[in-house]
């Protein structure tokens, strides 16, 4: 794993019908390092996160993920964790019984994983035995990036991760995500927030510097 890219995109297309979006997209996350990928809204920071995470076929291009494809095999998703797709809630469920869940997955034994510390940490402690649904928007998206970082993972893939969340909360996630990158983990981010994703440790690259600009369409006359 260590001898290829976390992530390398070249050449990627993307067209919605007849309206391109990415056009020979090229992208280059070094093992071990953070990027975050910023633009106007509409720009195809979600499509590209989205046929990274192998939950989008690209028209054409190449995409690898550690030098294989994304998605087909469950090594990928050992080694990938991901907010692009917003998370299901079983029913019944807690939000603690959800992060021990997601132990148990990865073959954890949830204390030693730190469950209740997880959910301290991200300001959950008094919400661990409510069920997702319950809790506020930003809970929420504070219970899925707990749960993105509970389990092990090589590569985090985050769309928005700063979205709902108050300033001490971006802060915080910021502070996650930065000791994710300082103990060897990869990290690929769409953002609105430029000071959030340098305070997480990544690099800032414009959508427009990955992708050649459509072609204009032609002025009717
Ligand atoms: N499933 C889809 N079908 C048709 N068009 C789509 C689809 N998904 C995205 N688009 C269009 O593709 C373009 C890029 O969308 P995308 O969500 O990738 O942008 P974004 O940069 O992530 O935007 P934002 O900053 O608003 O999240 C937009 O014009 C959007 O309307």
């Known amino acids: 794993m260590v001898d ?3 992530v390398q995109v070249n050449g990627v297309q993307v067209s919605y ?3 391109p979006v990415l056009v020979d997209a090229g992208l280059v996350v ?3 390092a953070g990027v975050c990928v ?3 809204n509409g720009v195809g920071k979600s499509t590209l996160l989205r046929c990274v995470s192998g939950l989008q076929q690209p028209d054409a291009g190449t995409i690898r993920v550690f030098g ?3 998605g087909g095999a469950p090594e990928f998703w050992r080694a990938v964790a991901t907010t692009v797709e917003p998370p299901t809630w079983y029913p019944g469920l807690t939000a603690r019984e959800h992060a021990e869940l997601v132990c148990r997955a ?3 034994d949830p204390e030693d994983a730190g469950v209740d510390e997880a959910l301290a940490r991200f300001g959950l402690a008094g919400h661990a ?3 997702p649904p319950s809790l506020s928007s930003g809970q929420k998206q504070r219970l899925t990036l707990a749960l993105a970082l509970l389990r092990p993972s090589s590569l985090l893939i985050l769309d928005e991760p700063e979205q709902r969340l108050d300033p001490d909360g971006r802060a915080m996630v910021a502070e996650m995500l930065a000791g994710y990158l300082s103990t060897g983990g990869s990290l690929l981010l769409a953002s609105h927030d430029d000071k959030f994703a340098v305070a997480s440790g990544a690099e800032l690259v414009t ?3 990955l992708s050649r600009p459509a072609p204009a369409e032609p002025e009717e006359s």
Do not use: K, L, V, Y
Request: hydrophobic share 25%; net charge negative; aromatic share 0%.
């Open 129 to 131: 035995d409510a069920i």
């Open 207 to 209: 959508m427009e510097r």
């Open 17 to 19: 019908g007849s309206t």
């Open 30 to 32: 070094p093992a071990g």
């Open 68 to 70: 294989a494809e994304p």
């Open 106 to 108: 990865h073959g954890q």
């Open 38 to 40: 910023t633009g106007d």
């Open 4 to 6: 290829h890219p976390a």
